[in-house]
């Protein structure tokens, strides 16, 4: 396996880069520093654009961002990719998500995202994955904001509770599991390897100087697209079968792990 000809690197965020308190590593960035000079790097995820910057604010001139499942996507302050929901589609799914039993339902916008619920315990956990919300009163109201997709958060599995209500959209809108408790609704092409494929083309970088990490279901586009594709130790069944490779668990620094190797064989 050369390394050595890898250009772009890929990583998911939540269960990938971040640990399971939601750090990003010191070894990371030491890494990092290093690698700039060999690599571009890429964070994709299905967080908020403005979380993502917090979580690598360090190095947020020297990478691509592609946020909300590829709805989004900014290279430094360049911003090459805004993937809408279209509106009579948000007016269609709010009254079908307020009738889910135990679901809450965040609208990701590009300046902000967007709850009606005040449950407090929802507010703190969502709080971790958006840096930038506000608490309105009607969701269907909010029409001053580009929305990028609809989140729906279940406290026990999105998967049994959530999507067997929606599954019925997908020849529609892009239903996408994208965690234990996250599911997403968006444009058919919102999607991490839609961005992905826009950026490597715009890089003229190809899929064997292509390195993806991911662990769930909103991250099999983007694999899909790279010859070095690693799924992680603690990835879900379908992503592992689906990447060439696996790394240690996010816990582990599996991506810090393979990092390491690919510095080892650019020097």
Same mark, same amino acid.
């Given at each position: 396996?050369?390394?050595?000809?890898?250009?772009?690197?890929?990583? *998911?965020?939540?269960?990938?880069?971040?640990?399971?308190?939601?750090?990003?590593?010191?070894?990371?960035?030491?890494?990092?520093?290093?690698?700039?000079?060999?690599?571009?790097?890429?964070?994709?995820?299905?967080?908020?654009?403005?979380?993502?910057?917090?979580?690598?604010?360090?190095?947020?001139?020297? $990478?691509?961002?592609?946020?909300?499942?590829?709805?989004?996507?900014?290279?430094?302050?360049?911003?090459?990719? #805004?993937?809408?929901?279209?509106? *009579?589609?948000?007016?269609?799914? @709010?009254?079908?998500?307020?009738?889910?039993?135990?679901?809450?339902?965040?609208?990701?916008?590009?300046?902000?995202?967007?709850?009606?619920?005040?449950?407090?315990?929802?507010?703190?956990?969502? *709080?971790?994955?958006?840096?930038?919300?506000?608490?309105?009163?009607?969701?269907?109201?909010?029409?001053?904001?580009?929305?990028?997709? $609809?989140? $729906?958060?279940?406290?026990?599995?999105?998967?049994?509770? @959530?999507?067997?209500?929606?599954?019925?959209?997908?020849?529609?809108?892009?239903?996408?599991?994208?965690?234990?408790?996250?599911?997403?609704?968006?444009?058919?092409?919102?999607?991490?390897?839609?961005?992905?494929?826009?950026?490597?083309?715009?890089?003229? @970088?190809?899929?064997?100087?292509?390195?993806?990490?991911?662990?769930?279901?909103?991250?099999?586009?983007?694999?899909?697209?790279?010859?070095?594709?690693?799924?992680?130790?603690?990835?879900?069944?379908?992503?592992?079968?689906?990447?060439?490779?696996?790394?240690?668990?996010?816990?582990?620094?599996?991506?810090?792990? @393979? #990092?390491?190797?690919?510095?080892?064989?650019?020097?």
């Amino acid at each position: 396996m050369d390394l050595s000809k890898v250009k772009l690197v890929v990583t *998911d965020m939540d269960g990938t880069l971040l640990n399971s308190k939601h750090e990003v590593s010191t070894k990371f960035f030491d890494l990092f520093s290093e690698l700039k000079n060999h690599i571009h790097f890429v964070a994709a995820s299905g967080r908020q654009y403005h979380s993502i910057l917090h979580k690598l604010d360090a190095i947020k001139e020297d $990478i691509t961002i592609i946020a909300e499942n590829g709805g989004y996507a900014k290279q430094g302050d360049h911003e090459f990719m #805004l993937t809408e929901l279209p509106s *009579d589609k948000i007016q269609q799914l @709010i009254p079908l998500i307020r009738k889910l039993n135990g679901g809450y339902a965040v609208l990701c916008g590009k300046e902000s995202a967007y709850v009606e619920t005040t449950d407090e315990a929802f507010i703190s956990l969502f *709080d971790e994955y958006y840096t930038k919300y506000e608490i309105v009163g009607d969701l269907s109201e909010v029409t001053t904001d580009d929305i990028l997709k $609809i989140a $729906i958060y279940h406290f026990e599995s999105s998967e049994k509770h @959530i999507y067997p209500s929606l599954k019925h959209l997908e020849n529609e809108m892009k239903i996408k599991i994208s965690g234990k408790n996250w599911l997403d609704i968006s444009h058919p092409n919102a999607n991490k390897g839609y961005a992905l494929q826009h950026l490597q083309k715009k890089l003229g @970088i190809s899929q064997e100087e292509t390195m993806v990490f991911g662990d769930y279901n909103n991250d099999l586009e983007m694999l899909a697209l790279a010859h070095y594709s690693y799924a992680m130790e603690n990835a879900i069944p379908n992503v592992k079968k689906a990447a060439r490779f696996e790394t240690k668990s996010n816990n582990d620094e599996g991506v810090e792990f @393979i #990092l390491e190797q690919l510095l080892k064989a650019k020097r």
